[in-house]
């Protein structure tokens, strides 16, 4: 099997938490892609009944376009379940997110959610946090500033620029800027020491966020519950 079907082998597996009359929180990337085509395929072959909130524009265009019911997240009560990918899990299945530029709403989606799972292909599962870089996301202005002060810090901070040397914008209209660091040793510590940043909006560690992840593997995608 390659990548793309363990990861669409674990999106699949994912939707069978998903019940009737949830709502759910839709995250982003590859990996959720696949996850949304299956809730797709249940709303409009079995008749699933679910709203769902979304972590990006390019999901909900997705989710809308499949003609799952898509609620902004302000209207609704509570997220029973929130599905997202990962870019690295660790031993202790804290996280990295943000490769695809939407941690800030992917965070917020995932604490007011109930419960959080975590698609992925095996590719993913880490011992240590850091191979892949670290997101964050700064507001525009003053970001050079904001930049300055990273890299003041030996955090290795690059922006984030697309196929066409511009630099990417989130949903939110913010920049991005990763911190290449090889190693995450004390993931808290520096979550702690971004979020007391003046311009960093969010970063993409995820700390004690998911309940259970599932991995796409060559035989059935491997299931681990309760993991908080
Ligand atoms: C987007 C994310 C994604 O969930 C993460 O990058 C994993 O993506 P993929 O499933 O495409 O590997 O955090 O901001």
């Not at 590719?123 to 240590?128: A, E, H, P």
């Not at 007391?196 to 004690?208: A, K, P, R, Y």
Request: proline share 3%; with cysteine; net charge negative.
């Amino acid at each position: 099997m390659d990548q793309n079907e363990l990861k669409k082998a674990a999106g699949i597996r994912s939707v069978d938490f998903i019940k009737d009359g949830m709502t759910v929180g839709l995250g982003t990337g590859s990996t959720v892609y696949f996850m949304v085509e299956e809730l797709g395929r249940r709303v409009k072959e079995e008749g699933l009944n679910v709203q769902c909130v979304t972590t990006s524009d390019r999901t909900w265009d997705q989710a809308v376009g499949l003609g799952i019911k898509m609620l902004d997240v302000n209207a609704v009560n509570d997220i029973d379940l929130t599905i997202d990918g990962a870019d690295e899990i660790d031993d202790n299945y804290q996280g990295i997110k943000g490769g695809g530029a939407a941690h800030l709403k992917e965070k917020i989606v995932a604490l007011n959610s109930k419960q959080v799972i975590w698609i992925v292909d095996q590719s993913k599962i880490v011992n240590t946090l850091g191979k892949f870089p670290l997101p964050t996301e700064v507001i525009p202005f003053g970001s050079q500033k904001t930049f300055d002060v990273l890299e003041r810090e030996g955090l290795n901070p690059k922006f984030r620029k697309d196929d066409n040397g511009e630099l990417v914008r989130t949903d939110s209209n913010n920049f991005v800027i990763d911190l290449y660091l090889e190693k995450v040793e004390h993931p808290h510590l520096l979550a702690n020491y971004l979020d007391s940043i003046t311009g960093v909006v969010e970063h993409g560690l995820f700390l004690d966020m998911v309940n259970t992840v599932i991995i796409g593997n060559e035989d059935a995608p491997k299931v681990i519950e309760n993991v908080r």
